[in-house]
Structures are given as C-alpha cells and as structure tokens.
C-alpha cells in the first residue's frame, strides 16, 4: 500500500516531503536530508516493483510449487 501511495502522488505532483510525512510518517523538518533519502529510496523501489520486480516475485512463487 505504502508503494502504491508513493507512486500516486509521484504521479499527481505531490511534494516530497507532505508525502514523507503523510505516508513514511517522517518529519522533514527534523532531518530533511535523511528523510529526503528515505523518501526517494522507496520511491525507487515502488517504481522498480511496478516494471519488473512483481515478474521476480510470481516467478519465484511458482518455482516455489513445482
């Protein structure tokens, strides 16, 4: 869920840090860098798993069956 939410307001124009404080519940004002590394750390991983990672995941769990 947290991925797709990152991945929506990416896609809607959702500033950075409402989204990391709203959906990573970090505060930017606290540590904007690291919150900032955070964010975009799984911004990257959601964007990933949306292209190729869910084919790795399925393969895996089929290999799993047989």
């Given at each position: 869920m947290t991925y797709?939410?990152?991945l929506d307001d990416t896609a809607e124009g959702?500033?950075?840090q409402d989204v990391a404080?709203?959906?990573l519940h970090r505060d930017p004002a606290t540590?904007?860098?690291r919150t900032y590394?955070?964010?975009q750390s799984h911004l990257?991983?959601?964007q990933w798993l949306?292209?190729?990672?869910?084919r790795r995941i399925l393969e895996q769990g089929v290999a799993k069956r047989i």
């Open positions: 797709l939410r990152l959702a500033d950075w404080q709203i959906v540590d904007e860098r590394r955070c964010w990257e991983r959601a949306s292209r190729e990672g869910y």
